[in-house]
């Protein structure tokens, strides 16, 4: 319970850190102008009721928003030194990720949450079928949980903000593209890599078909970078 209450304790600070500064407002902000943009002239030139579009925008969406939001979360503690004050406290290095994790999880949400007008709007105009709609969001926030892992990852390696931002985004760029080269490989080495692949996984709940095989690799993936985290940190004596 302790540990589950620290992790929460972090949390809170965290999320409510992302409101005290522009942070949260600047990348909600960003992500809801272009989400926005860019689908409704889809929308319009389709002509259909239907969010596939939008959900065919976000992979690539959070491919850069995902390392904007967790780019300073232990970036920018390293550099001012408030990491060895948050050492001190009886917290370990995996509650100190987790919290931070899920805060940057929470705020992804919220801007997930501010897209549903877009939603509304469609079904407004015509007849919209939900269960792939659900199916989008909820496979929306999973892949982009695995893409705060792996900017959680990256800001644990420096301490520098922009360069987690940058690996953050190849990284996560390659686990995007990794299914477009499929067409280049052998059929066994292709089958591994578009099981790699965060976008095929994602595609496939968006369906509205919930499947198993999808579950386990994004809370594998999830987990992994998690622990690449975790281990990143305990590199350092900070206390």
Request: hydrophobic share 60%; aromatic share 18%; glycine share 8%.
């Amino acid at each position: 319970m302790n540990k589950l209450k620290n992790i929460l304790t972090v949390f809170k600070r965290e999320f409510l850190s992302f409101f005290n500064s522009p942070v949260a407002y600047i990348v909600i902000t960003a992500f809801l102008l272009f989400s926005g943009w860019l689908f409704f002239q889809q929308f319009f030139l389709m002509g259909q009721a239907s969010m596939r579009p939008f959900f065919g925008l976000i992979p690539i969406l959070f491919i850069f928003f995902a390392p904007a939001i967790t780019m300073r979360l232990i970036a920018e503690e390293r550099k001012t030194k408030t990491i060895s004050l948050l050492m001190t406290l009886p917290l370990g290095n995996a509650e100190i990720i987790l919290g931070k994790f899920l805060a940057a999880v929470a705020l992804l949400g919220v801007g997930l949450l501010l897209t549903l007008p877009y939603a509304l709007t469609v079904a407004s105009v015509g007849v919209l079928d939900w269960g792939p709609v659900w199916g989008g969001y909820f496979g929306a926030l999973l892949m982009g949980a695995a893409y705060l892992a792996v900017g959680m990852f990256c800001t644990s390696l420096t301490s520098n903000q922009i360069v987690a931002f940058i690996l953050g985004l190849g990284i996560c760029f390659v686990f995007f593209i990794i299914d477009k080269i499929l067409m280049f490989l052998p059929e066994k080495l292709a089958t591994a890599f578009e099981y790699l692949s965060v976008d095929y996984h994602f595609h496939n709940i968006a369906r509205g078909v919930i499947d198993l095989r999808d579950m386990v690799f994004y809370l594998s993936f999830i987990s992994a970078f998690i622990i690449y985290s975790i281990y990143a940190i305990q590199r350092e004596d900070w206390r």
